[in-house]
């Protein structure tokens, strides 16, 4: 089985991270994702690094690990959407699909001759993904957006950080990649109501909503009870003790998300859970900064690892803070199938981040397993051209 959406057809026209991480999740269900690129220099991606690996092509450039986490399960074609000649292939791909994504500035593929109404008329089923920074309309509608403004802008780096004063950036490009988990949710929406009416519709999202939509009780902490959340380091605003620790060699997390888990917590290492002031959590709360001198004290005479399991066995639960490396060692991380296996055209076997679904059927688990290497530039651009001049009915 290659995926629930097997029987999908995807016209990649996006670049860089929101647009190709939709796509791909989009492929690693199932769809064909074709991805359109410039000619010469491909998506934005392929040039960003270090690191780079494998040995340098006839134009000098060597393969971007960046482009390489965004890219699975696609093909790659090279349009010039400047040319007559290639526009009219990429019209040709857009009558046999059943999405379209493309994250351009508001107004870019207007000026291409190649507008979503247009679009959308040649093919009525054609369901339009649309990513942009900060909406495609409002006061500053298609405003240019990257990640890290888009995380500024929209209070996410207010709320990380060791505190008010040092704002922070997620360490990923947590902007694009929740518009682009957005966007494909939106998709699957579209193509279920597309089995209801025989028609497609536009989807929109931006770096903006993405953020916004995951601001969860931070967004309710100020339009309910009008308080300005701001970053306090690795300690909850809302729930203590929850957080990081240090013990003698080291540190953990905790996180005791109920009284009865602080009950439990006390009778393990001797403390009193009806001490003055920390009996309920909003008191702990108020006091946290006791509340850590207090776990960091039980603590002290510990070592990491044997704590751990001490925590474990009281039922706590608890957690260290690994290195990527040691994740992708993790045995847990394999058994989820979080990491996947490819071939790459001139790297060979690489092992890449899976996805993080998995589907199981009547008879136990069916998720895609044949997942294919991020393309070479044009990879698949003399196949796909074969394919459409030759195709009926526009499946591969």
């Known amino acids: 089985m290659t995926g629930p959406l097997e029987d999908v057809l995807v016209v990649d026209l996006s670049r860089a991270l929101a647009g190709p991480h939709a796509t791909q999740m989009l492929g690693d269900l199932g769809a064909r ?6 000619p010469g220099t491909g ?16 134009a000098g450039r060597r393969q971007s690990t960046y482009f390489l986490c965004t890219n699975r399960n696609k093909e790659s074609i090279a349009l010039d959407l400047k040319s007559e ?7 040709d791909l857009v009558d046999r699909a059943d999405v379209l994504v493309e994250n351009f500035r508001t107004g870019v593929l207007e000026r291409l001759g190649l507008g979503l109404d247009d679009l959308r008329r040649r093919n009525p089923r054609l369901v339009v993904l649309s990513i942009t920074g900060f909406g495609h309309d409002g006061p500053e509608g298609g405003r240019a957006g990257y990640d890290q403004i888009a995380q500024g802008e929209a209070g996410l780096m207010s709320l990380t950080g060791s505190g008010p004063d040092d704002p922070q950036r997620v360490g990923v490009p947590i902007a694009d990649l929740l518009s682009g ?20 519709q536009v989807v929109r999202t931006s770096l903006l909503a993405a953020v916004v939509g995951v601001h969860a009780f931070q967004g309710t902490r100020w339009t309910v009870a009008g308080e300005v959340g701001r970053a306090q380091g690795n300690h909850h605003p809302s729930i203590a ?36 002031g920390l009996a309920t959590n909003q008191e702990r709360v108020a006091d946290r900064q006791r509340v850590i001198e207090v776990v960091e004290a039980a603590f002290a005479d510990e070592d990491a690892e044997p704590l ?6 009281l039922g706590i639960p608890a957690g260290k803070v690994r290195t990527l490396d040691e994740v ?15 071939d790459h055209a001139t ?10 679904l998995r589907f199981f059927g009547d008879d136990g688990e069916v998720t895609r397993r044949d997942h294919g290497a991020p393309p070479l530039l044009d990879e698949h651009g003399p196949a796909i051209r074969q394919w459409l001049a030759g195709s009926e009915d526009g499946r591969a």
């Open 308 to 313: 751990l399991t001490r925590l474990s066995e």
């Open 328 to 342: 992708y060692d993790w045995d847990q991380v394999a058994s989820q199938g979080l990491k996947v296996g490819v």
């Open 347 to 356: 790297l060979g076997p690489l092992t890449l981040p899976g996805p993080p």
């Open 33 to 38: 994702v074709v991805k359109v690129e410039a």
């Open 43 to 58: 998506d934005d991606t392929r040039g960003w690094g270090p690191p780079f690996v494998g040995e340098p092509d006839e």
């Open 85 to 91: 000649g290639d526009k009219q292939v990429l019209l």
């Open 241 to 276: 003790p929850y957080g990081l620790f240090h013990c003698r060699d080291g540190a953990v997390q905790i996180a005791l998300g109920s009284e009865g888990l602080w009950r439990k917590f006390c009778a393990g290492f001797g403390l009193d859970p009806d001490a003055a």
């Open 181 to 200: 988990m957005y966007g494909a949710y939106g998709v699957l929406a579209a193509l279920n109501e597309r089995h209801r009416t025989g028609r497609g």
